[in-house]
């Protein structure tokens, strides 16, 4: 039995069909092209203080350590006054512990409330990397796989700079 959705549409005409086809072409393009894009990118995982493997714990304390020699030693200061306060950094790291540079690179996530003290942390990251090659069990097959570490950092009035890598990922 044909039903009334069976039927043809009489107001219809070869050039809607046509158009339609057209339209459906274009948009599976489109996502062919996403979908590749996406593939190109690196596949990123998030590390966070809750990850208890011995590799991924000492590889932390050590970046930790890095960056709070170089941000105690680069204390940040604009005309000879320092700057203090908190602030939350997003880090990129390729496998070889250099610190990937597309989508932005090291970034702000939560903000000092001072833009100096935020330029000041991002440039102690940058000065700190590479941070060294990833321990054997951090390591993934595909070597444009990036790690992200959060981190909070803090520039106290004893003129230390504490990188808090119990920062939570987002």
């Known amino acids: 039995p044909v039903t009334e959705q069976d039927k043809p549409d009489p107001n219809r005409t070869g050039a809607d069909l046509v158009e339609s086809s057209k339209a459906i072409a274009r948009r599976a393009a489109e996502i062919t092209q996403r979908i590749e894009d996406e593939n190109k990118r690196p596949r990123k995982t998030f590390l966070s203080p809750a990850t ?4 991924y ?16 030693l680069n204390f940040p200061q604009v005309n000879g006054r320092k700057l203090y306060g908190e602030l939350l950094l997003h880090i990129p790291i390729f496998q070889d512990g250099s610190i990937y540079q597309k989508d932005g690179g090291v970034r702000v996530e939560k903000s000092s409330g001072n833009a ?3 330029k000041a942390a991002l440039a ?7 941070f060294g090659k990833f321990p054997s069990n951090m390591l993934s097959s595909d070597k444009d796989d ?13 003129e230390r700079m504490e990188a808090d890598m119990r920062g939570t990922a987002q």
Not at 52 to 55: A, K, L, S, T
Not at 57 to 72: D, L, P, S
Not at 124 to 130: E, H, L
């Open 52 to 55: 208890r493997e011995v590799g």
């Open 146 to 158: 990036v790690w992200v570490v959060v981190t909070r950092f803090k520039f106290t009035r004893e």
């Open 116 to 118: 100096e003290l935020d």
């Open 124 to 130: 102690i990251v940058r000065r700190s990397a590479p």
């Open 57 to 72: 714990a000492i590889y932390y304390k050590t970046m930790q350590r890095r960056i709070e020699e170089i941000g105690t």
